[in-house]
């Protein structure tokens, strides 16, 4: 069975830009949650899709935003992009809605913006 | 509030020597306790995870951790470290709901040969 697949593995923006990421979960995970990780905060939740709505949500601003698809396909935009955005955005897949504890991770898009 | 923490951001031994990396957790519940390894470059895989039970885990790799509730803590163990353990190694706490998750920052482990 396939593993969680996110597209593009590296990114290079400029401040002020929009980046779309794309995460494919396991084949009928129908949760997909996105992660930021950074080396000053960590892994921090960014929020949860199930069903095509959004389940659940981390504290970050309105630039972030995503989307799901009816196949489970998730995407994650950023807006007007921040130096500090910076990071490995990190998907992981659930069979469930909400369970964290049987979540699975994909290897990460790299973003840098300059 | 629930909390995750890795005191420890730094951890170099020698290969084949014993590695004990620490973990301590604030939850108001039972809760469910995970260990994640991450290589340069990749995603999170799951080592371990201890849900009710026997408190002493053991995962994959040879890693082992043991749950131990009055201290709050959820140690990440391993006999003998290999080249290829250098990672950052991810302390995790989730809610029995599963609802909930919480991620420790992480400690970076350098083996030397």
């Known amino acids: 069975k396939a593993g969680v697949t996110q597209t593009p593995r590296y990114l290079i923006k400029t401040r002020g830009q929009q980046v779309t990421l794309s995460c494919s979960p396991i084949?009928?995970?129908?949760?997909v949650s996105w992660y930021q990780q950074t080396p000053g905060q960590g892994l921090q939740f960014l929020f949860e899709?199930?069903?095509?709505?959004?389940?659940n949500k981390g504290n970050f601003p309105g630039r972030f935003s995503g989307r799901q698809f009816s196949n489970s396909r998730s995407e994650m935009n950023v807006s007007t992009l921040e130096l500090g955005d910076s990071a490995l955005y990190l998907c992981?897949?659930?069979?469930?809605?909400?369970?964290?504890?049987?979540?699975?991770f994909g290897p990460g898009t790299r973003l840098t913006v300059l | 509030a629930q909390s995750v923490t890795q005191p420890d951001i730094h951890i170099t031994v020698s290969e084949g020597a014993s590695l004990e990396l620490r973990c301590n957790y604030s939850?108001?519940?039972?809760?469910?306790l995970f260990w994640y390894v991450q290589s340069p470059g990749q995603g999170l895989q799951l080592l371990l995870k201890?849900?009710?039970?026997?408190?002493l885990v053991q995962g994959i790799k040879g890693f082992e951790a043991e749950f131990k509730r009055s201290q709050s803590s959820f140690n990440l163990r391993k006999p003998s470290v290999h080249w290829s353990d250098a990672a950052e190694y991810f302390c995790?706490?989730?809610?029995?709901?599963?609802?909930?998750?919480?991620f420790g920052t992480g400690t970076s482990l350098t083996v030397i040969p």
């Open positions: 992981a897949s659930s069979w469930r809605q909400g369970d964290y504890n049987e979540q699975f």
């Open positions: 084949s009928g995970h129908r949760s």
């Open positions: 899709y199930f069903s095509e709505t959004q389940r």
């Open positions: 939850y108001g519940a039972t809760p469910y």
């Open positions: 201890y849900f009710s039970g026997d408190t």
């Open positions: 995790a706490v989730g809610a029995q709901t599963g609802n909930q998750f919480y």
